[in-house]
């Protein structure tokens, strides 16, 4: 567990902030690696603080530099660059713990920040809130063109809930949602293709080649909806 920098009280779970002194600890980088400042200092600006963020370099496979903020231990990463963080830093997680997770989301703090939108360090647009790997809890914010910005202590829940298995449950999940629309998607066809079917199907195919061009000019689309229902269920079934 981590304590207090200021007067080393522990940290409550799920939240950077000490509940006695009222100190912001910066924990992010702390279980993750060892950094380095890199010099020159960025040319971007915290969105909370409105001060210049330092550029820390990480050092997983050579240079790895994102963006921090010394006044509220924010972090800035460019697109692409978390993911790339967190698949390199959590490993080996094969299966889903589920009372971690539900125990991570109950002790989450959700009022560390004030909620509302802040602009991109980059361009300065209002960023966008989302949900890190759609069902973290973690709601980090994004500039579509520039990258994520995390405030302090986000990184570290984000860790712990990949740790606990959750993008595997994410993509479980949605293993699951797409097996379901598929089986929907199915079952659609083959109803059409039965109602198709029904009114004539392959047999009124047969007919229009005996039946010469005006009937088979009126019902060419009648036809070709028989060809392809005849067809679809031949594959479903
Ligand atoms: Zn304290
Ligand atoms: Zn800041
Ligand atoms: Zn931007």
Redesign the pocket.
Known sequence: MANCVNCAAPLPKGSNICKYCGTRNDVDLKMIHEHTIHEPESERT?P??K?ALQTINLKIEGKFLIEK?N??F?LFFDPGELEALVDKSVTNVFDVNYNRIRSLGEQRRHDDYPVRYIKCPVCGKLMNRINFGSRSGVVVDKCKQHGLWLDGGELRQIMEWVKAGGQLLHHQKRMEMERLDIQREKRKIRQNAMKVGGAGGLGRFGSAREGGRTFGAMTGSADLLGLVGGFVSKILL
């Open positions: 915290c909370r603080c001060t903020c006044g509220c924010g």
